[in-house]
């Protein structure tokens, strides 16, 4: 039995495009232990859902070598279905099915499984067994879509951005789902948007960008090789033309600086050094300061100074600017013989 539930090697995805060819995916490599929660982090366009679509079966590389659970796409596709479980980013069910009634007919899809009341129950939704899918609120709609990923008792989930939309409750009950399969040894691979979800489940994190991994570690890991512990971040008033950035990288302690859109943001070792020196500079420019927080450097900070721009921020400006038309998706959250 093998040790990684995902092996990929130089994995690579072209599309034509209008004057030379799109490659989405651009010599990718990538390992996924068995029993890990693994993040898959990156903007729209840098070949993230596209990779995840190659995992799952539902697109064929241009070239590269793709494992899922020690077997390939090619000649193993029924034996990985009947392994595997996806959650995608938008699914939708008839209305008029219950959510019994749902997870009855996708449990019919796999030789082996969980019985559909265990699934309900393990994503809280024991009292909507009976209920329609149309009186299901967004919420429970998702916790619906994970719950049929689940029901094929997968050894591997493919969750992508199943909290995005959500109110923070009902994120953080999706939480204790993924928590809780990975205190059962499943593995998880997570796409998401939010960087403190990424922080909080994933044991590792894999960052994409223009095709390839520009970052791997755990979240820890990778916010140590960012240098400094704290973030400074501020914002200036008067109508003089805005400060170059540079000027306050001769601070102490101060590790990197950066412009934001609505003002500044320090990367610094020591706070109570960097502060009141940025204060003093800020008065012998005559300069007022309009806003001044500080906080612990996160996984955003990390994706920023590699990528140079925030992951949300990306994907808005990104908007329609996707890596390639999107296929309907309608009811297939799970990942059972297609």
């Given at each position: 039995?093998?040790?990684?539930?995902?092996?990929?090697?130089?994995?690579?995805?072209?599309?034509?495009?209008?004057?030379?060819?799109?490659?989405?995916?651009?010599?990718?490599?990538?390992?996924?232990?068995?029993?890990?929660?693994?993040?898959?982090?990156?903007?729209?366009?840098?070949?993230?859902?596209?990779?995840?679509?190659?995992?799952?079966?539902?697109?064929?590389?241009?070239?590269?070598?793709?494992?899922?659970?020690?077997?390939?796409?090619?000649?193993?596709?029924?034996?990985?279905?009947?392994?595997?479980?996806?959650?995608?980013?938008?699914?939708?069910?008839?209305?008029?099915?219950?959510?019994?009634?749902?997870?009855?007919?996708?449990?019919?899809?796999?030789?082996?499984?969980?019985?559909?009341?265990?699934?309900?129950?393990?994503?809280?939704?024991?009292?909507?067994?009976?209920?329609?899918?149309?009186?299901?609120?967004?919420?429970?709609?998702?916790?619906?879509?994970?719950?049929?990923?689940?029901?094929?008792?997968?050894?591997?989930?493919?969750?992508?951005?199943?909290?995005?939309?959500?109110?923070?409750?009902?994120?953080?009950?999706?939480?204790?789902?993924?928590?809780?399969?990975?205190?059962?040894?499943?593995?998880?691979?997570?796409?998401?948007?939010?960087?403190?979800?990424?922080?909080?489940?994933?044991?590792?994190?894999?960052?994409?960008?223009?095709?390839?991994?520009?970052?791997?570690?755990?979240?820890?890991?990778?916010?140590?090789?960012?240098?400094?512990?704290?973030?400074?971040?501020?914002?200036?008033?008067?109508?003089?033309?805005?400060?170059?950035?540079?000027?306050?990288?001769?601070?102490?302690?101060?590790?990197d600086a950066r412009a934001e859109a609505d003002g500044y943001a320090l990367t610094v070792g020591e706070p109570h050094l960097a502060i009141p020196a940025l204060l003093d500079l800020l008065e012998v420019e005559n300069r007022p300061l309009a806003r001044?927080?500080?906080?612990?450097?996160?996984?955003?900070?990390?994706?920023?100074?590699?990528?140079?721009?925030?992951?949300?921020?990306?994907?808005?400006?990104?908007?329609?600017?996707?890596?390639?038309?999107?296929r309907g998706r309608r009811g297939r959250a799970g990942a059972g013989r297609g």
């Amino acid at each position: 039995m093998t040790d990684r539930a995902i092996r990929v090697q130089n994995l690579r995805k072209q599309y034509p495009g209008r004057d030379k060819p799109v490659d989405a995916v651009n010599g990718l490599d990538l390992d996924v232990a068995v029993g890990e929660c693994f993040g898959l982090l990156g903007p729209n366009g840098a070949g993230k859902t596209t990779t995840v679509e190659i995992l799952e079966g539902l697109n064929e590389p241009t070239s590269g070598e793709v494992e899922v659970l020690g077997r390939n796409w090619r000649q193993h596709a029924t034996e990985i279905r009947e392994r595997i479980g996806v959650t995608l980013q938008e699914t939708r069910f008839p209305e008029k099915q219950t959510v019994l009634e749902v997870l009855s007919l996708f449990r019919s899809f796999y030789r082996h499984g969980l019985e559909p009341a265990e699934v309900i129950a393990r994503v809280s939704l024991d009292a909507k067994a009976n209920s329609y899918v149309e009186q299901l609120s967004g919420g429970q709609q998702q916790r619906l879509a994970v719950a049929v990923s689940l029901v094929g008792d997968p050894e591997l989930l493919f969750l992508d951005e199943p909290t995005t939309g959500l109110d923070p409750q009902s994120r953080r009950q999706l939480w204790d789902v993924i928590r809780d399969l990975h205190n059962r040894g499943r593995t998880t691979v997570l796409t998401t948007h939010y960087m403190d979800e990424a922080e909080r489940l994933c044991d590792r994190v894999a960052i994409v960008d223009h095709g390839k991994v520009i970052a791997l570690g755990s979240p820890a890991e990778l916010i140590a090789r960012l240098g400094g512990e704290h973030i400074v971040e501020f914002a200036v008033g008067g109508d003089a033309p805005a400060l170059d950035a540079a000027v306050f990288g001769a601070i102490p302690s101060v590790l990197d600086a950066r412009a934001e859109a609505d003002g500044y943001a320090l990367t610094v070792g020591e706070p109570h050094l960097a502060i009141p020196a940025l204060l003093d500079l800020l008065e012998v420019e005559n300069r007022p300061l309009a806003r001044l927080t500080t906080r612990q450097v996160s996984l955003e900070d990390v994706f920023v100074a590699l990528t140079g721009r925030h992951l949300r921020e990306a994907d808005e400006s990104n908007g329609a600017a996707r890596e390639k038309p999107k296929r309907g998706r309608r009811g297939r959250a799970g990942a059972g013989r297609g």
